[in-house]
């Protein structure tokens, strides 16, 4: 029997590890920068929480959710996406009582039982980053402007936002009505999706990925046509920031999102050339979802970036991230005479912070020699009979070959350029 990861997970193999700590670092010191401070929530949570918090017909409810009974028979549920997770710790844990808004961001994997292709996977990583407690469309533009930078300082290039107000509760049913009324004379011609969207979801009408419905899309009533005085004011302030910082970005009626939770702004950032999938983060503001599950009535915005999708966009634009730094140090040993003593030193070595290589299995001087070259050592260090009586160590500088005996107390001296090497 041969194993396989499991289709739609991949396994992070040491050449890529680069890309991902690159990402994560970036975020973390993006996320400081803006006084973001970091949130863990489980990986897994009560099922109920994602059926209120993402909504039961969405997809991700209805079709992608890996749920199972614990042993207590308990249903839980593997987080397909953070918001909800810490709008429950927020509830439970009366982070209202703190001064608001609170800023937090997070990351880790997420679940979705989805049809693999390039940029989707089954098990992906996402970065997530939320505000809550405030209702100021300036904080949508703070929330935005986070997800900007961050792939602005990975280096990414040919990015826009993508906008839309899916409205609030007080202007949202009026417009499901006039949609409703729209397509209600198109039922024969759209997809049997869209059928039942029509009477669960109306707002995934728009979403329809389906060629048969594009044409009804294009020409379907807009919600920014529909929006009640405070959401069209919000919606207007949004984009006169946006104007002011000359970010570039296109009102897409079409943007509904997937999540039902969505209260006025939804966003995206579209990257180019990252193939079907080309949002790489996704996100909006929620003003409903604390209240709906069980806290105080509290406003809130964030998004989500899978990280599988920044590194995409960063391979499509040829962007590679600076390397993790590598042992500097090789130590070379003759014979299992001295193998105590190189034990010894390179774990002398390890303690004062130099990264250190061996290659133990008591293999030749040029085996050794062979392996500092291959991890490009800057130094090899090479332990013998006459080195071990005298106390020293024979230094080879790999750079321009330069060798001399150093005594073992001035090593690390020698490495870090204090003491010169004398050939
Ligand atoms: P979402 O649009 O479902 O929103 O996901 C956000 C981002 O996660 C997507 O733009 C994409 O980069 C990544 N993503 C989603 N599904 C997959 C997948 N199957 N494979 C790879 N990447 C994926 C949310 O998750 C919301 N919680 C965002 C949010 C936060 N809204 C408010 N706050």
């Not at 049997?192 to 048969?212: F, I």
Request: aromatic share 10%; proline share 6%.
């Amino acid at each position: 029997m041969k194993y396989q990861a499991p289709r739609g997970t991949y396994d992070i193999l040491p050449e890529d590890q680069a890309y991902w700590r690159y990402v994560i670092e970036t975020t973390r010191r993006v996320c400081q920068l803006y006084g973001y401070e970091q949130i863990d929530v489980p990986i897994f949570e009560n099922t109920a929480l994602f059926e209120r918090g993402v909504g039961e017909t969405t997809d991700i409810v209805e079709k992608e959710m890996y749920t199972f009974s614990d042993r207590s028979g308990d249903s839980m549920t593997l987080r397909p996406e953070f918001t909800a997770g810490i709008c429950r710790a927020y509830a439970e844990k009366k982070l209202h009582g703190r001064p608001q808004p609170l800023r937090f961001y997070t990351f880790g994997p997420a679940f979705r039982y989805e049809r693999p292709q390039a940029g989707r996977f089954r098990q992906f990583f996402q970065i997530d980053v939320e505000v809550i407690g405030s209702q100021d469309p300036a904080i949508d533009l703070e929330v935005m402007q986070v997800a900007w930078q961050i792939y602005e300082d990975v280096g990414i290039k040919g990015l826009s936002f993508q906008v839309n107000s899916t409205g609030c509760p007080v202007c949202r049913p009026g417009y499901l009505e006039t949609l409703k009324a729209y397509y209600s004379g198109h039922t024969d011609e759209i997809c049997g999706d869209c059928q039942r969207r029509l009477g669960q979801n109306p707002l995934r009408l728009l979403d329809c990925k389906n060629d048969p419905c594009q044409p009804f899309i294009e020409q379907a009533p807009q919600i920014v046509d529909s929006l009640c005085e405070a959401c069209a004011t919000h919606f207007s302030e949004l984009r006169v920031y946006l104007d002011a910082l000359g970010r570039p970005y296109s009102v897409n009626h079409r943007l509904v999102r997937g999540l039902d939770y969505y209260t006025k702004t939804v966003f995206e950032v579209w990257a180019e050339g990252i193939g079907a999938q080309s949002a790489i983060c996704g996100g909006g503001r929620y003003d409903g979802l604390i209240e709906m599950i069980g806290g105080p009535s509290t406003p809130a915005i964030g998004f989500a970036s899978g990280v599988e999708r920044i590194i995409l966009a960063m391979k499509h634009e040829g962007i590679t991230p600076p390397e993790i730094p590598k042992p500097s140090v090789c130590v070379a040993y003759l014979g299992t005479g001295a193998k105590p003593s190189a034990v010894a030193l390179v774990h002398d070595l390890r303690t004062q912070g130099i990264g250190t290589a061996v290659l133990w299995e008591n293999r030749s001087l040029k085996a050794q020699m062979k392996h500092a070259d291959r991890i490009n050592a800057e130094y090899t260090l090479i332990l013998g009979e006459d080195e071990i009586n005298n106390g020293t160590v024979t230094v080879r500088r790999m750079t321009d070959s330069t060798q001399g005996v150093v005594p073992i107390s001035d090593i690390v001296d020698v490495i870090q350029g204090r003491n010169a090497l004398e050939g």
